[in-house]
């Protein structure tokens, strides 16, 4: 370092660089025994502006992810991968929308259609990533983590000199918990209840592809603002 620094131009005395470098950000020691020992939940928020936050969760010892989902909010911690590639593009394709004024941020009208039209769209790339990523190979690093497949590990970890550290519980423990606890359930709002009835009454099915997506949406809105 106290070469490099010279080589910029900046002449610090040897032995205060040295004491910089004694008191540096230590990286700490990962330590995970085992498969369910401990989970890392996270969300990622580049899609949030459009209505479709994502939430995740992953396995430390087997790095298995065991959930990748969109939901209405990951702000909440009772509902709160690597997504980047799939992500990017669909927030290009949402921001092409907004320059073209075909959805407007803020707009709870066009903001419920398009979680109505796009989000199980959404759900099927991440089902797609998630599965990827679970039955790749990951090759041993050189921080003290288990070389295999996510899937293999996270199942079979005494192949790998590692244990499950997963506890039963009861069904009463269960129902305590989700009784005192959490409050997960979605409600339902007249948007999409209203998207509903319209699809049905006018044989609309649901989009398979972006396209299918974009042409539903775009029925449903003028639907909404001009009627039949």
């Not at 008191?23 to 990962?30: D, E, T, V």
Request: proline share 4%; glycine share 4%; charged share 25%.
């Amino acid at each position: 370092m106290w070469h490099t620094l010279r080589r910029e131009g900046y002449a610090i005395p040897r032995h205060l660089v040295q004491r910089l470098r004694r008191h540096r950000l230590q990286r700490r020691a990962y330590v995970n025994p085992g498969p369910n020992y401990c989970w890392h939940i996270d969300g990622y928020d580049k899609l949030k502006p459009y209505g479709f936050p994502i939430h995740a969760c992953i396995d430390g010892f087997s790095r298995k992810v065991l959930w990748l989902k969109v939901v209405r909010s990951n702000n909440n911690p009772v509902v709160v991968a690597n997504y980047t590639w799939k992500a990017t593009w669909w927030i290009n394709f949402f921001k092409d929308l907004m320059e073209r004024s075909v959805f407007t941020p803020g707009n709870d009208l066009e903001m419920e259609c398009l979680w109505f039209c796009f989000s199980h769209l959404i759900q099927h790339d991440l089902d797609t990533v998630k599965d990827h990523w679970n039955t790749h190979f990951i090759r041993r690093s050189r921080h003290e983590t288990v070389s295999g497949r996510p899937d293999q590990l996270f199942f079979l970890p005494e192949l790998h000199s590692a244990q499950d550290y997963k506890h039963s519980v009861t069904e009463e423990q269960c129902q305590h918990i989700l009784e005192n606890h959490l409050s997960v359930e979605e409600c339902r709002n007249e948007y999409e209840e209203y998207f509903e009835y319209v699809t049905d009454e006018t044989d609309l099915t649901s989009p398979k592809d972006w396209r299918e997506g974009l042409d539903l949406y775009s029925h449903l809105i003028d639907l909404a603002n001009h009627g039949s």
